[in-house]
C-alpha cells in the first residue's frame, strides 16, 4: 500500500513540476482613426482593417482614438492612446495630423507608423533627431513617381494634371515628381473645395473635356470622393482619353463598376490579383468575408500592414528594442516586404515593395504595373 501511495505522489510531483504552457505576450496597439470629420469614410475602413490585422497577427491588443480632421484632434487623440499605456501607435489621415503626431511621439517616447501621410515633414523630423517615427506610407516623390511610370507605359500625346486646391502642397510635390520622369503638363488645374465653391469641379471637368483628346491622359491628384463626381461630370461632357487617378475613392472595384468608369487608371499600394505575400490574399479575401465589401487598397491596407509589422517586430525583439528591430528587420504585410532606410521610410520602389497600378476595362481590373504582376497592357478608349 506504501508503494501505492509512493508512485501516486510521485505522479502528482512529476505533473506539477511539468512547465505550463506559455502564453504569447500581446503588444498594445493605439490606432488614430478619422471617425468623424471629412475623413470618416476612409476612417471606416482604417478601422475595420485594423480589427482584421489583430485577428491575423494573433498577439495584438487593439485601442482606438478618433483623430476627426483637424491636427488639434490627432494630439489629442494621440495624448488619449499614451494615457492607456500603448506600446505603439498606428494612423493618423491627413499630413497636418500626421506631423503633430510625430512630434507628440517623440515628446511621449512611443513608436508612431505614419500608415498615410506622404508628407516630406515626417522624414526631416526623423533627420532632427525624433527615432520615434517611421513611414509605412508612400512619400510625396513616390505618388509622383507610380504615375510617372503610368505614363512612360501609356506614352500620351499630351497629359493634364488636376488637382484639389485643399491637397495643393501634396499635388505640387506629386507633380513635380512627375515633371522629373515624364516632363511638363500641358496644362494644371486646381478645383476647390464644394464647402468654397459648389460647382467648381463641374467647371474644370467641362474645361478639360474641350480640349483632351482620345489620346490624352488627365492625371487626378485628389483620392477623396469629389473625384468620383468629377470622372462622371468629365465622362458626361465627352471627355475622352484616359483618367489616371491617384488612387482612394477612385480605386475600389466596387465603385468603378458602380460607376461604370471604364478606361480609368489608378494606383493602390496592392491589388487582389497581386499575391505579394501570404498575408494579400487574406487581407483581401477576409476583409470581404468579414465586413461585406471590397477592402480599400491603400488607406486601410496600410493600416492592416502597419498593425502586423508592429506584431512582428515585437515578437522578434520586444517592446524596448522595437526601434531597432524595425530598422534592421524585413517585415511581410499584404502590400509586400518591408524594410526602412535610416530616415525609417518603407522602401518604397524596391523589388519587393512596389504600388500597384490598375485599369479598369471590361468590368474589371487589370493590372498593368509592375511587370511582374502585370495581366494587360495599356488600353485606350476606342
Known amino acids: 500500500m506504501k508503494w501505492i501511495l509512493s508512485v501516486f505522489l510521485a505522479l502528482i510531483l512529476l505533473g506539477c513540476a511539468q512547465p505550463s504552457e506559455k502564453v504569447e505576450e500581446r503588444i498594445k496597439i493605439g490606432v488614430l482613426v478619422p471617425e468623424t470629420g471629412i475623413y470618416s469614410t476612409a476612417g471606416v475602413a482604417m478601422k475595420n482593417a485594423a480589427q482584421l490585422a489583430a485577428e491575423h497577427a494573433g498577439n495584438v491588443e487593439l485601442v482606438f482614438a478618433d483623430c476627426g480632421d483637424t491636427p488639434e484632434k490627432a494630439k489629442m487623440a494621440f495624448e488619449y492612446l499614451v494615457s492607456q499605456k500603448v506600446d505603439a501607435v498606428v494612423g493618423a489621415y491627413s499630413s497636418p495630423q500626421s506631423i503633430v503626431a510625430a512630434d507628440a511621439a517623440g515628446e511621449s517616447r512611443v513608436v508612431y507608423l505614419v500608415s498615410v501621410a506622404s508628407t516630406e515633414a515626417v522624414e526631416k523630423k526623423v533627420a532632427d533627431g525624433n527615432n520615434y517615427v517611421f513611414r509605412v506610407a508612400y512619400n510625396t516623390t513616390y505618388w509622383g513617381v507610380l504615375a510617372g511610370e503610368f505614363l512612360k507605359l501609356a506614352n500620351p500625346e499630351k497629359y493634364y494634371f488636376v488637382g484639389y486646391d485643399p491637397l495643393r502642397t501634396f499635388n505640387q510635390g506629386m507633380l513635380n515628381s512627375i515633371k522629373s520622369i515624364y516632363g511638363d503638363p500641358e496644362m494644371e488645374f486646381y478645383y476647390k ?5 459648389a460647382e467648381d469641379y463641374k467647371k474644370v471637368a467641362r474645361q478639360l ?10 492625371v487626378i491628384g485628389d483620392p477623396g470622393e469629389i473625384a468620383i463626381n468629377f470622372l462622371k461630370e468629365y465622362r458626361a461632357n465627352g471627355g475622352m482619353g484616359l483618367v489616371y487617378s491617384v488612387g482612394g475613392s477612385l480605386a475600389l ?7 461604370n468608369a471604364e478606361y480609368t487608371v ?9 499575391d505579394k505575400t501570404n498575408w494579400t490574399k487574406r487581407y483581401f479575401e477576409d476583409y470581404r468575408k468579414k465586413y461585406g465589401e471590397d477592402a480599400n487598397n491603400y488607406a486601410g491596407l496600410l493600416t492592416y ?4 509589422i508592429l506584431s512582428q517586430a515585437y515578437k522578434k525583439g520586444g517592446k524596448d528594442k522595437l526601434i531597432e528591430t524595425l530598422l534592421s528587420g524585413e517585415f511581410e504585410g499584404a502590400a509586400g516586404i518591408y524594410r526602412f532606410n535610416d530616415l525609417h521610410q518603407a522602401l518604397w520602389g524596391s523589388d519587393e515593395l512596389k504600388g500597384v497600378i490598375g485599369e ?4 474589371e481590373v487589370k493590372v498593368l504595373y509592375p511587370p511582374e504582376f502585370a495581366t494587360s497592357h495599356v488600353q485606350w478608349m476606342k
Not at 472595384?253 to 460607376?259: F, G, M, Q, R
Open 266 to 274: 489608378f494606383q493602390a499600394a496592392a491589388l487582389e490579383l497581386t
Open 360 to 363: 479598369f476595362i471590361g468590368g
Open 193 to 197: 473645395s464644394p464647402s468654397v465653391s
Open 305 to 308: 500592414d502597419s498593425i502586423i
Open 209 to 218: 473635356a474641350e480640349i483632351a483628346g482620345d489620346r490624352d491622359v488627365i
Open 253 to 259: 472595384p466596387s465603385t468603378l463598376k458602380a460607376i
